[in-house]
């Protein structure tokens, strides 16, 4: 796909065929086929009006690497290495496995128009249209192994919630182990993923993905109670290199102080932004669902359940939580 008519168009004004072709330095005939390839693919809703040309109704919000790094805070600015934009891509957290297995890379940031194979915890399909939400990817070099990072995905979330508390965005709740949630509805989630040794240097790559704009054509393909930042901010949306900003400037001084400080610094905080805080709850791990009072985290990021025998502390991993009906 080629983002150089997008952005001409982006506006959601129409824009004559040889207005495109001039901008772009290409023929009438180069544009009608990029607008046909885009139609064709289901990608975007792009409207041909005779006399008046082209242009995708109500526009679109592209992403913007200059509007992100103008955004970005001093610490966050000399944090951030590479900063890569895609415009289509399988999944952020896997091609950023790929860069950093293949290239040895130790410090990246990866984003994304659309993924086409979009993924959330234990393989779920995670809904990614075109220019519509966010799907960021860090990744991060650690040095001290897997226990030192006990608790980050927790970590992760406030630092989602903060980043869209800068945005003026309404204050969202977080559900353990991962999920972002308004009003009860999932808004986002965090899908961590870890390469080299498990006891000393190892790569993590943080996965974020929050629903901004989300079309009613792909909604249908969610399969549980949802939200997006539109709705709640009654189309006031902050835009999507405004929310990358604020969200890079928590994530990166997170992931460059989080050996020294560990889960312990952040835990107030996510106990604050508890959803199922003293609710009662089922998990369900394997076939024996368990049931009990969620009563928060620890130190070390597992949840505290109480339960018939007693106060039991329960770690991540593929384990789903509802509150109990």
């Known amino acids: 796909m080629s983002r150089s008519l997008l952005p001409l168009l982006a506006d959601g004004e129409f824009h004559s065929g040889q207005d495109l072709a001039e901008a772009m330095g290409v023929s009438r005939t180069a544009v009608w086929k990029q607008v ?27 992403l913007d690497a200059a509007q992100v790094k103008a955004g970005l805070d001093p610490r966050a600015a000399a944090l951030m290495g590479r900063l890569e934009i895609l415009d289509t891509v399988d999944s952020t957290n896997a091609h950023v496995m790929r860069l950093a297995e293949q290239d040895g890379l130790t410090s990246l940031v990866c984003t994304a128009e659309q ?3 979009g993924r959330g915890r234990r393989g779920r399909q995670w809904v990614s249209p ?3 939400n966010l799907y960021l990817s ?4 650690f040095t001290q192994g897997a226990a030192a990072l006990e608790g980050l995905s927790l970590a992760v979330g406030v630092a989602v919630a903060r980043a869209l508390r800068a945005c003026d965005v309404p204050a969202v709740q977080l559900k353990w182990p991962n999920d972002v949630l308004y009003d009860g509805a999932k808004l986002g989630g965090i899908l961590l993923e870890m390469s080299g040794d498990a006891a000393g ?36 949306t902050p835009g999507r290199s405004r929310i990358l900003a604020a969200l890079l400037n928590e994530l990166l001084p997170l992931v460059a102080d989080f050996e020294q400080r560990g889960f312990a610094h952040w835990r107030e905080e996510w106990q604050s932004l508890d959803a199922l805080a003293d609710a009662a709850v ?3 791990a394997g076939e024996v669902p368990l ?13 505290q359940l ?20």
């Open 201 to 236: 240097s190892c790569r993590v790559v943080i996965g974020v993905g929050l629903n901004v704009a989300m079309p009613d054509a792909a909604a249908g393909a969610i399969d549980q109670a949802w939200t997006d930042i539109n709705t709640m901010t009654s189309s006031q």
């Open 282 to 284: 089922v998990l369900h």
């Open 36 to 62: 046909n390839r885009l139609v064709n693919d289901s990608v975007l809703a792009i409207e041909s009006v005779k006399g008046k040309g082209y242009r995708i109704p109500g526009g679109i919000d592209l």
């Open 306 to 325: 109480e339960t018939a025998t007693g106060l039991q502390s329960v770690y991540g991993g593929e384990v789903s939580l509802r509150a109990a009906s």
């Open 130 to 132: 075109y220019a519509s």
């Open 138 to 141: 860090l990744l991060w070099e």
């Open 115 to 117: 993924q086409s194979a």
């Open 291 to 303: 049931a009990g009072i969620a009563r928060g985290v620890d130190a070390r990021g597992a949840l």
